[in-house]
């Protein structure tokens, strides 16, 4: 399934954030949506997600519930742990044993019992990757999500991401030319408050 983005507009007051934006993801697509601080990438998302309404335009293939979204802030249940802030996206009862599994690939063992309160900012952030990946979505959306992270971290959660799309669209904002580059994404790209974009 396709998810197409046509002709979004979007301005807060006299500023005028997305003009005119469209392109259009199919089925199993990686994509980066790249642009500097301040170009519109956040609002893009909220806006594909149904969490802001778009002045003009409109998203079509996307429903509710059909994305699983890393924000900018990691949005974790502090007083519970990894495993449980997994099981708490899983439909019906999740096999904590598969979570540990998963998040063994990417957290040390001994994070896994931790409340996440307790954690890391950069194993924080691995968690709430690790949560959307378990979410069993048609798409992935990630909203800066490997901002903090040094680039050995890097490597090992994008090797991460991609070995556990299972064939899900991904779309990741990013500022970050390398991002894109070890994604293998194809690129949408904002320019800061100009409206203007290109596909690549």
Known sequence: ?????????????ALRVLENVSFQMDEGDTWCLMGPSGAGKTTLLRIMLGLEAADDGAVEGLDIGDASV?????????ALTP??????????RASRRELRALLSEILPSEALDKPVINLSGGQRRRVSLARAMAYPGTMVVMDEP???????????????VLRHLNGRTLLVSTHGERDAE???????????????????
């Open 1 to 13: 399934m396709s998810v197409r983005v046509r002709g979004v507009c979007k301005s807060f007051g």
């Open 182 to 200: 070890l994604l293998g994404a194809r690129r949408v790209e904002l320019f800061d408050l100009s409206g203007e974009h290109r596909r690549a």
């Open 70 to 78: 890393v924000f900018q802030e990691d949005r974790l249940c502090n």
């Open 83 to 92: 495993i449980e802030n997994l099981a708490l996206v899983m439909p019906g």
């Open 146 to 160: 490997f901002t903090g992270l040094d680039m050995q971290t890097k490597r090992t959660v994008i090797d991460f």
